[in-house]
């Protein structure tokens, strides 16, 4: 078994990836955080057009 102290870094890996994905309008996609009621929401966000959406792949 892993210790914690190795799951949560390999989770932080998972989170910082160096891959940039680009939209169906050509620009970046970026994760941002908000909070909203209390709770962190987490969305992706096209930096050319603005539009949001839940998860990246569905920016494509």
């Known amino acids: 078994m892993r210790s914690l102290k190795w799951q949560k870094f390999l989770k932080i890996a998972?989170?910082?990836?160096?891959?940039?994905?680009?939209?169906?309008?050509?620009?970046?996609?970026?994760?941002?955080?908000?909070?909203?009621?209390?709770?962190?929401?987490?969305?992706?966000?096209?930096q050319t057009s603005k539009n949001t959406a839940r998860r990246p792949k569905d920016l494509f």
């Open 14 to 46: 998972q989170r910082s990836g160096s891959k940039e994905l680009l939209s169906r309008w050509g620009g970046k996609i970026i994760m941002k955080s908000k909070l909203e009621n209390g709770k962190i929401k987490h969305y992706a966000e096209c």
